[in-house]
């Protein structure tokens, strides 16, 4: 993948310079000067965050506790106590937490997904009548964020007796579910149609069409699914701030704000705990680039 | 499966429309259930006083909770700074999304890898993105704080700036312009250069070609931003309530504090408040799909 990354770079940066060069004759100079500062302005204020946030995760509190504050830390103060604290810690199970949420990503996303492939085939690829009011009912849900739907979806969750991590994983797995039937429901609807005949030419039913010659020619698109299924639930505050009551049970963002409540300045643990909570989504992030557009534009579900 | 059963009465049309609606049934059912009807049940409960015992049933109240909502002052202030913070955080975000959009129109050197960086604020995990917003602003030891106060003296001592909803505006621009920059950026690159290069020719300047030429070819996704940012910021709740918690009271917070963080909690008065919501945004997105987006 790494590979893959770096060939696709260096193409681009080569394409681009070809490119650039024609660009730059037409182009004044102190134009391409703006053109670079209003770059690096953008390119400052949408990672200055970031790095701050690294830098506090590893320097020691004398550091960081001082007037005035300073954006470069001196190499004597760097230290990872903070991350030592944060996995060694017995008042915040931080692993617990991060098991906790790996957990309930895993699986409401699984379960999403196997739901969300057929419904996805079905309104991509058969013909019924009310097939395009599935498909736009989709769309309605875009409406409702979970704010507005909390009271009575707590009220239903507390009749069933699931304020727990059950609850919560059967809340993210069905806000899951139009997020799979949209993206599923775009890329079946490019698997050429000749291909499933061909199948169905052999003999093959539906069903067998669609577990031997679809899905498997749709597996990039249900990995990046996957994926982005596991970041809404990774990163979902609302519910689980609701139905989670016990400490072993909650999830990182829960975890993560109690932490930061119940002690003052620990600014260092919670930037720690903030940058481990950021890496699997960067990583998976880095995996998901080309199918970028179409999922994030889907939103998020809160 | 039972469709086999049947093979012999049906034709192959009917066979397919079958297996459509068998394999998209489990999820509109699910959907159904944890949309559909949690709506309704929302109007039943705003009627209703729920006791905290939950083995007790709803208590009806008729039209009670709306008559409170109407005189409750915190309901007026969470209505009217949803409606400010909705607006400008939208224009906001949409506005930033267009400007990054345009220094984007031509490919540059490492152009993949900037864009891919731009987008982290909107990618980042909310809770890690929220703190450490809390963290530059903190009154004490906050950088950003101190940047903004002590050097710049952009606002007086003493004060939290991140209290203002000036802030929580300019914290969700931050973090939602990327979205505007993606969809937008796909738009402009569409645009065909000839364009450019024959306004060019005619003598058309830099604004004149930024009105007549970029912004009627943009028209469309713009209006579409302007209105999926809406929905959200008019929604929100978790950015909110992280960044600065119920110092700036919104709708959202304004349902999860009488919900969920009050005691007695107060779910009824809460249902009724969400369903204002909904009205007021379906109103919203009607109208604005008739007269802006002209559907």
Avoid: C
């Amino acid at each position: 993948m790494l590979g893959e990354l770096i060939t696709s770079v260096a193409r681009s940066v080569r394409g681009a310079s070809s490119r650039f060069r024609r660009r730059s004759i037409e182009a004044p100079s102190w134009e391409r000067a703006l053109f670079y500062l209003a770059i690096g302005v953008v390119l400052f204020v949408s990672l200055f965050p970031f790095y701050y946030m690294l830098v506090t995760s590893l320097v020691d509190e004398t550091w960081l506790y001082r007037t005035p504050p300073q954006a470069i830390p001196s190499l004597s103060a760097l230290t990872l106590e903070n991350y030592d604290a944060l996995f060694g810690s017995e008042t915040a199970p931080f692993v617990r937490y991060f098991l906790n949420s790996l957990l309930i990503a895993t699986v409401s996303s699984a379960l999403g997904l196997a739901f969300s492939i057929f419904g996805a085939y079905s309104f991509a690829r058969l013909e019924y009548p009310g097939r395009t009011l599935f498909a736009r009912g989709v769309l309605v849900n875009y409406m409702f964020a979970g704010i507005l739907l909390v009271i009575p979806l707590f009220q239903i969750i507390v009749a069933l007796d699931l304020v727990n991590r059950i609850g919560l994983v059967v809340t993210h797995f069905i806000f899951v579910i139009p997020l799979g039937l949209y993206l599923l429901g775009n890329y079946f609807r490019s698997v050429p149609r000749e291909i499933e005949e061909a199948g169905l030419m052999d003999g093959y039913s539906r069903l067998e069409v669609i577990v031997r010659i679809t899905l498997p020619m749709s597996k990039p698109a249900i990995v990046a699914t996957y994926m982005y299924a596991f970041l809404l639930s990774w990163n979902e505050y609302l519910y689980a701030s609701v139905l989670l009551r016990d400490q072993s049970q909650y999830t990182l963002p829960i975890g993560i704000e109690q932490l930061q409540y119940a002690y003052q300045n620990v600014w260092g643990d919670v930037m720690a705990a903030s940058v481990v909570t950021t890496i699997p989504v960067l990583l998976i992030f880095l995996y998901l680039q080309k199918y970028l557009v179409e999922g994030l534009n889907f939103g998020s579900m809160d | 499966m039972s469709i086999s059963i049947f093979d012999r009465e049906y034709t192959i049309e009917q066979k397919e429309a079958l297996l459509g609606y068998a394999l998209i049934l489990p999820s509109v059912l699910l959907v159904a259930a944890s949309l559909v009807y949690p709506v309704a049940y929302n109007v039943y409960l705003s009627f209703t006083e729920i006791p905290l015992d939950a083995t007790q049933s709803p208590e009806w109240v008729g039209l009670a909770n709306y008559e409170a909502l109407l005189t409750d002052p915190e309901f007026h202030q969470a209505a009217v700074n949803t409606v400010v913070f909705t607006f400008f955080s939208d224009v906001g975000a949409t506005a930033l999304g267009l400007g990054v959009a345009l220094l984007f129109r031509n490919t540059f050197r490492g152009d993949g890898v900037m864009r891919g960086l731009v987008l982290l604020p909107y990618i980042a995990p909310l809770i890690a993105v929220a703190f450490v917003w809390r963290w530059l602003l903190d009154g004490n030891w906050g950088l950003a704080a101190y940047v903004l106060r002590d050097v710049l003296s952009v606002y007086p001592g003493g004060e939290d700036i991140r209290r203002n909803i000036e802030t929580v505006i300019l914290f969700d621009t931050w973090r939602y312009f990327p979205f505007a920059f993606l969809l937008i950026l796909a738009r402009v690159r569409s645009i065909p250069n000839e364009l450019y290069e024959a306004a060019k020719i005619d003598g058309a300047g830099r604004i004149a070609r930024f009105k007549d030429i970029t912004l009627p070819e943009l028209k469309f996704v713009i209006a579409t931003v302007f209105l999926l940012r809406w929905i959200w910021n008019f929604n929100v709740f978790s950015d909110v309530w992280l960044f600065v918690g119920n110092d700036v009271p919104i709708l959202g917070t304004f349902v999860y504090v009488k919900g969920f963080e009050t005691f007695p909690p107060n779910q009824g008065f809460a249902a009724a408040v969400a369903n204002l919501m909904v009205v007021a945004l379906l109103v919203f997105v009607i109208v604005y799909a008739r007269f802006v987006l002209e559907w």
